[in-house]
């Protein structure tokens, strides 16, 4: 276990939906990073949160958007949703921009019909 | 364009034997790098850290990186069923103000009775 929570852990929704999703970080760990992990393919970084500001962003549209609270837990948030958003979503914890150790959640499963 | 590459299998190993995944990547100035595993429908699990030229062995596993080469591997010894898995390999690259992981598509190793 490595204590960073995620839900839902799955999730079906349709086309031109929005989707939020949720992850409460690791005790002590004041940033998250969110990646996607489309079926068959490694994890690719999506934005980090740090200090409730997005510190980074990957290749990403601006429909893919997040928050993150003062007691350092972030949502994910997907507008307009894509049958190629369906993926398993990963949120992971650390302290400070730096951390190269990533532990990951249990991730959620989001499903585009 | 940063890229960490690795064959996407199926790597089949019987029993016993050792298993031996390999990872190139791009990005000269990379110094950090990481060997996640991944069962199905799990999310990636760290296993092992490599930071310096040559090997870092831990149980059963053992890095290998080699900068020059721009190579870095992951050699399982004695290999049970429990091993196996998908292997993903990551590098640590800066993006912006953020620090994120570039992970290669994965290996799928299959150990067999």
């Known amino acids: 276990e490595t204590g960073v929570t995620q839900s839902p852990t799955h999730l079906i929704k349709t086309r031109g939906q929005q989707v939020t999703l949720r992850c409460s970080s690791q005790?002590?760990?004041?940033?998250v990073s969110w990646y996607q992990q489309a079926l068959g393919q490694g994890p690719q970084f999506i934005f980090q949160y740090y200090r409730e500001e997005e510190n980074g962003r990957g290749n990403f549209p601006p429909r893919f958007s997040g928050l993150q609270f003062p007691n350092y837990s972030s949502e994910l948030n997907v507008n307009a949703l894509e049958l190629d958003d369906s993926a398993l979503y990963l949120c992971a914890s650390s302290f400070g921009t730096g951390g190269e150790k990533l532990f990951f959640g249990s991730g959620t499963q989001l499903s585009v019909l | 364009q940063k890229e960490v590459e690795q064959n996407s299998g199926p790597l089949s190993v019987p029993e016993g034997a050792i298993a031996s995944l390999n990872c190139t990547y791009s990005?000269?100035?990379?110094?950090?790098f990481f060997w996640y595993r991944q069962y199905s429908g799990k999310s990636p699990e760290l296993i092992m850290s490599?930071?310096?030229?040559g090997d870092k062995e831990d149980g059963r596993f053992t890095a290998q990186l080699n900068k020059a080469s721009q190579y870095v591997s992951l050699l399982i010894r004695d290999s049970q069923p429990s091993d196996s898995a998908t292997y993903l390999c990551?590098?640590?690259?800066?993006?912006?103000?953020?620090?994120?992981?570039?992970f290669g598509q994965g290996t799928r190793l299959t150990i067999n009775p």
């Open positions: 005790s002590g760990h004041n940033t």
């Open positions: 990005d000269r100035v990379s110094q950090s």
């Open positions: 490599i930071y310096s030229n």
């Open positions: 990551a590098e640590h690259v800066r993006i912006q103000g953020a620090q994120k992981l570039v």
